[in-house]
T-cell receptor, first 112, second 116 residues
Framework: DAGVTQSPTHLIKTRGQQVTLRCSPK?????VSWYQQALGQGPQFIFQ???????QRGNFPDRFSGHQFPNYSSELNVNALLLGDSALYLC???????????FGPGTRLTVL | AQSVAQPEDQVNVAEGNPLTVKCTYS??????LFWYVQYPNRGLQFLLK??????LVKGSYGFEAEFNKSQTSFHLKKPSALVSDSALYFC??????????????FGAGTQVVVTP
């Protein structure tokens, strides 16, 4: 079992650009959540996808959008990048209402 | 709204001594509580969870946590710390039934340093 995988590992972009991050959930999981972890802080919930729809969203602007595919993998898109978007972006997968979320290794995004 | 507080930025302990990492929470309704650990440049690893039942929860790597409803706390404990336990620890909460679908609210994290 490969667990949750994310790509790319690292990414460097400039202000104003757009970025797409990818996540493949753990085998058997149907729900994907995305979190942003700024340096020195705890992860902040961005949104969650289930059955290819955004089920829940945190306090992030519309510049942050996502998608879930029929195979349960997911993408996180961020438009018009700001310096403050520099962070570790974590994907977590789960299934059911009580099970824990399994996290991927994250994508480190640096915006210059 | 739900929230989590980890009052200590850092906990220092000598190897072999007991380790405690504190966490308090605030939710509307019954909480789901979790502990995760993060090693440098890595994602979060699940340690343990409290859903219901016994207030003392045992998890991975010899860790355990005690749920205290009256004090709204969920402190993480290990009887004998190892140098390899040095990492960043996060407490997280989910509220049910009002917030049912997995939005985790994390604390700011506590850095644990175990010295030989």
């Amino acid at each position: 079992d490969a667990g949750v995988t994310q790509s790319p590992t690292h990414l460097i972009k400039t202000r104003g650009q757009q970025v797409t991050l990818r996540c493949s959930p753990k085998s058997g999981h149907d729900t994907v959540s995305w979190y942003q972890q700024a340096l020195g802080q705890g992860p902040q919930f961005i949104f969650q996808y289930y059955e290819e729809e955004e089920r829940q969203r945190g306090n992030f602007p519309d510049r942050f959008s996502g998608h879930q595919f029929p195979n349960y993998s997911s993408e996180l898109n961020v438009n018009a990048l700001l310096l403050g978007d520099s962070a570790l972006y974590l994907c977590a997968s789960s299934t059911g209402r009580t099970n824990e979320q399994f996290f991927g290794p994250g994508t480190r995004l640096t915006v210059l | 709204a739900q929230s989590v507080a980890q009052p200590e930025d850092q906990v220092n302990v000598a190897e072999g001594n007991p380790l405690t990492v504190k966490c308090t929470y605030s939710v509307s309704g019954n909480p789901y509580l979790f502990w995760y650990v993060q090693y440098p440049n890595r994602g979060l690893q699940f340690l343990l969870k409290y859903i219901t039942g016994d207030n003392l929860v045992k998890g991975s790597y010899g860790f355990e946590a005690e749920f205290n409803k009256s004090q709204t706390s969920f402190h993480l404990k290990k009887p004998s710390a190892l140098v390899s336990d040095s990492a960043l620890y996060f407490c997280a909460v989910r509220a049910l039934p009002t917030d049912s679908w997995g939005k985790l609210q994390f604390g700011a994290g506590t850095q644990v340093v175990v010295t030989p």
